[in-house]
């Protein structure tokens, strides 16, 4: 039997584009059916009727255009972490992630807590895009 050359199992959870305008680029997403999960002036995270999200990364974002993975639990996600040698952070929105890279793309792998979504009094990390910290 071959042994697994995966670094980690996970489903896709969301994509982030550039966007010139977050707000009204937000109401457009709204318009086509998508709901606001976390909105600010840099940055918004919209999801459609199924939960896949669409992130819109302001002028100046910290955050590279990717693809986003989401794992089930922050163990995995630590795991995830190690293998690739790479730090997590938590975000403004407490989720927690950390952006690997496959042939050409950003890759944002993502846990997101059993109280997501709760008041966070998290700032938004420093993160680099890419490369190990």
């Known amino acids: 039997m071959q042994e697994s050359k995966?670094?980690?199992t996970g489903v896709?959870?969301?994509i982030a584009i550039k966007s010139v305008d977050v707000t009204a680029d937000a109401r457009e997403y709204e318009r086509?059916?998508?709901h606001v999960e976390s909105e600010y002036s840099d940055w918004a995270m919209l999801r459609d009727a199924h939960g896949f999200g669409v992130?819109?990364?302001g002028?100046?974002?910290k955050h590279p255009p990717h693809l986003g993975v989401r794992v089930e639990t922050r163990e995995a996600?630590?795991?995830a972490a190690a293998r690739e040698g790479r730090v997590l952070r938590e975000h403004r929105d407490r989720s927690v992630s950390f952006y690997t890279k496959d042939p050409g793309q950003a890759v944002e792998v993502i846990y997101y807590?059993?109280?997501f979504g709760a008041a966070s009094?998290?700032?938004a990390s420093e993160e680099p895009a890419l490369g190990k910290r």
């Open 113 to 115: 807590p059993p109280d």
């Open 32 to 34: 086509l059916g998508f």
């Open 6 to 8: 995966s670094k980690f």
């Open 77 to 79: 996600l630590e795991l």
């Open 55 to 57: 992130a819109l990364l």
């Open 59 to 61: 002028p100046g974002s």
């Open 12 to 14: 896709v959870d969301h």
């Open 121 to 123: 009094g998290g700032e």
